[in-house]
């Protein structure tokens, strides 16, 4: 099946700063999604973003579908911000089956 | 608008018990599927389906039923729970391909004992 890669697993930040959230794939894809994971438990989307650029607010997603990446952007973080950050990619031959990466665990401290 | 509604939250079983997790979405959507997650793990699909009357497995089935009556409805049966069946369910849909966005329930914690 489809490899997911995301890195770091972990990211500790000052409230403030900036980030860049990167999610490998090992095959083509026609559907990539960001989600965040909140302390809470619950699965936020984020971006539906199977090529190109999306902004919304302080975060933005580039996904490079050719070279088989997606990185997310957060810019001038915030203490909401944390939880974790997970990549899932379906591939158009196996409609309705989203692969997850293990996620970023993101921290931001105040 | 309720999105996708599952029930129960919580739920501690013994070893050999059974039980469904009821899943409904009120959006229309075509696709369904269930995850679960371990702690520090992602989300890994259990069944999905792709419209009513249509399910096949994902990565982790074993020891899971699934059927798919309505387009609204996707219960998850656990025939017979083991203590490795510990984990948090999730239940998803999306309108279907290319524009597969996905949209989850809130979650349902479920310990074997």
């Known amino acids: 099946g489809i490899q997911v890669e995301q890195s770091p697993p972990d990211l500790i930040l000052q409230e403030g700063a900036n980030s860049t959230l990167r999610c490998n794939f090992s095959?083509?894809?026609?559907?990539l999604q960001w989600f965040h994971q909140n302390p809470w438990g619950q699965l936020i989307n984020l971006f539906y973003?199977?090529?190109g650029t999306k902004q919304n607010g302080r975060l933005s997603a580039t996904t490079v579908a050719t070279e088989r990446y997606s990185l997310l952007y957060i810019s001038s973080s915030q203490t909401t911000d944390s939880g974790v950050y997970f990549c899932?990619?379906?591939?158009?031959?196996?409609?309705?089956?989203?692969?997850f990466g293990d996620g970023t665990t993101l921290t931001v401290k105040p | 608008n309720a999105g996708v509604t599952q029930t129960p939250k919580f739920q501690v079983l013994k070893t050999g018990q059974s039980m469904t997790l009821q899943c409904a979405q009120d959006?229309?959507?075509?696709?369904m599927s269930w995850y679960r997650q371990d702690p520090g793990m992602g989300l890994r699909l259990i069944h999905y389906s792709v419209g009513a009357g249509i399910t096949d497995q994902g990565e982790v089935p074993n020891g899971y039923n699934v059927s798919r009556s309505t387009t609204e409805d996707f219960p998850l049966r656990l025939l017979s729970a083991a203590p490795s069946q510990t984990s948090v369910y999730f239940c998803?849909?999306?309108?279907?391909?290319?524009?597969?966005?996905?949209?989850f329930g809130e979650g349902s914690r479920l310990t074997v004992l």
């Open positions: 095959d083509s894809v026609n559907n």
């Open positions: 973003i199977p090529s």
């Open positions: 899932a990619v379906e591939r158009i031959t196996n409609a309705g089956k989203s692969t």
């Open positions: 959006m229309n959507h075509e696709y």
């Open positions: 998803a849909s999306s309108y279907g391909p290319d524009t597969g966005e996905l949209f």
